[in-house]
Every structure is written in C-alpha cells, then in structure tokens.
C-alpha cells in the first residue's frame, strides 16, 4: 500500500527565514509526486508534478526537489502570504492519489 | 471559468438524515473524485468516476454512494448520516493522459457536522 509521512507537522518561520518541508513515500511504480498548497478553509491548490527523481520544479520562492525516497519543498526567504498548509500527494500504478497529513507553515512578519 | 463547484458550503445534519452533495466542474475532465479530509489524517478517497458512466470505490467508501450524472457532475449521496462522518469533503477533478491522471484540480468543500 502506498504511503507518505510529511514533517514537520507544523513549521514557524520568521519572514526571510529559509527552510524546507520532507515528504517521504513508498509507492510501487511511482508515476507522479504531487504538491499542493491548502489555505484555511478552501480547498487545495496544485502547485507542482514531480515525474522522477532528479526532477526540480519552481514557482516564485517554492522549489520541489524529487529523489526516489522522498520530496523537498524549499522555501526560500518566505513572506506571510506563504503561511498554508502543504500537502504531498503520490500517484503508484493504479488511479489512486496518496496524501500525506500536510505541515502547516506559519511565516511571522 | 468557475472550475470545481460544490454545493452546499455548510451542512448540519441529524444522526439517520439523508444528503446529497453536489459538485460541477467546467474543465472537460474526464475524471472525478470524492474525497473527505479529516485532522490529523490527510485526504482520504471516498469514491472516484474515471469517466461518465463508471464509478469506483476508494479507501474509505461504506455510508456514501455516488452518481456520475453526466460529465460535469458527480454527486456524494449519505442515505443515513453517522457522527464519523462529520467532516469536510472535497470533490476534484482531472485529465488522464495515456494511462495517467494528470495533476486534481479541488472545489472550495463542503463542511458537514452530523449530530
């Protein structure tokens, strides 16, 4: 069965403070990593599709990195607008999206 | 372009009432879920349709059924609400592509309490 462990569960950052986020995995056949960006009380938003491990992907100050145990998400020098909760999500052989628990990053002005 | 749109927002709901959660996408996808997302546990799939006229069950199906009423919408019916599924459900939906299903897009949720 496949799964994925996010940590930290939860993230303080002061703005500017870079760090990262861990998604661990096991998966047979992985055919996609997913990263999804969640504010409080809305659905999530899709942020990155990680394909094979090497694989980077960007967008403003979040950066996905893939190997073949785990994900990164980098964020560098946060600003408050980046306060969410971040969720990790892996696509095995069948149909099926895995999600882990998600952190929640709160970034302090 | 309104995306995933699920009605209602909120619910209340007594032990043994019965409900049906609506969800529209305008996307054209082929591919619609039903999930439920409770603290501590992640998203969980209730139910998913790879394309009109067919329905799966996912991880955690008992006390839901689904219809896949045309391409655009996928219902969640409870025919007789419990406690445990007090929670807040998210409909999605995606592209598949020769064998894979591309990135979900998420409507806003619907927060249900069952008393």
């Known amino acids: 069965e496949d799964q994925v462990t996010q940590s930290p569960e939860a993230l303080r950052l002061q703005e500017g403070e870079s760090s990262s986020l861990n998604c661990s995995y096991t998966v047979s056949g992985l055919r996609g990593l997913f990263w999804y960006r969640q504010d409080p009380g809305k659905g999530p938003e899709f942020l990155f599709t990680l394909y094979s491990a090497g694989e980077e992907k960007e967008k403003e100050r979040l950066k996905a990195t893939l190997t073949k145990k785990e994900s990164f998400l980098h964020i560098t020098a946060p600003k408050p607008e980046d306060s969410a909760t971040y969720l990790c999500a892996v696509q095995g052989s069948g149909y099926k999206l895995s999600f882990g628990a998600g952190t929640t990053v709160t970034v302090r002005a | 372009n309104a995306g995933v749109t699920q009605t209602p927002k909120f619910q209340v709901l007594k032990t043994g009432q019965s409900m049906t959660l609506q969800c529209a996408q305008d996307?054209?996808?082929?591919?619609m879920y039903w999930y439920r997302q409770d603290p501590g546990m992640g998203l969980r799939l209730i139910y998913y349709s790879a394309s009109e006229g067919t329905t799966d069950k996912g991880e955690v199906p008992n006390g839901y059924n689904v219809s896949r009423l045309n391409k655009r919408e996928f219902s969640l019916r409870l025919e007789s609400a419990a406690p445990s599924q007090t929670s807040v459900y998210f409909c999605?939906?995606?592209?598949?592509?020769?064998?894979?299903?591309?990135?979900?897009?998420f409507g806003p949720g619907t927060r249900l309490t069952v008393l």
């Open positions: 996307m054209n996808h082929n591919s």
């Open positions: 999605a939906s995606s592209e598949r592509t020769s064998g894979f299903y591309n990135e979900q897009f």
